[in-house]
């Protein structure tokens, strides 16, 4: 019974996530990502407005075939999957990162991330 209690609260658990504790989490992602208004793609996309947003979108970063042909777009959930095993996602990807397995440093990564539109053209 407590282990139903406690998979049915997991999503409720992590719903908002906290940006500051998500900022530092994005110490793993900042090598080949950035984020912010002046953002651009180099090592992989920038990631302004990423929640929402199609894969293989960034203009300016030449995806891998399969995450150009993957068809997702970049909901929560997909995000939190990609973030734990970025492989098992969209095999194939060119992203080469281990993963996260804690669920509370995905949620703030993502509220991090979430803080971050994508930025209106003047």
């Given at each position: ?12 658990a992590?719903?908002?996530?906290s ?53 997702i ?50």
């Amino acid at each position: 019974m407590l282990g139903l209690l406690l998979a049915l609260s997991t999503p409720f658990a992590f719903a908002e996530g906290s940006i500051a504790a998500g900022k530092s989490d994005y110490r793993l992602c900042v090598q080949c990502h950035q984020i912010g208004p002046s953002a651009r793609s180099g090592f992989g996309p920038q990631l302004n407005g990423i929640v929402g947003r199609p894969a293989a979108a960034a203009g300016d970063y030449k995806y891998s075939k399969a995450m150009q042909q993957s068809g997702i777009v970049w909901t929560e959930d997909k995000l939190r999957a990609f973030l734990r095993d970025p492989d098992d996602l969209v095999p194939g990807t060119k992203m080469r990162f281990w993963g996260i397995r804690d669920q509370q440093k995905i949620t703030d990564l993502l509220a991090y991330l979430r803080s971050f539109p994508t930025p209106t053209a003047p």
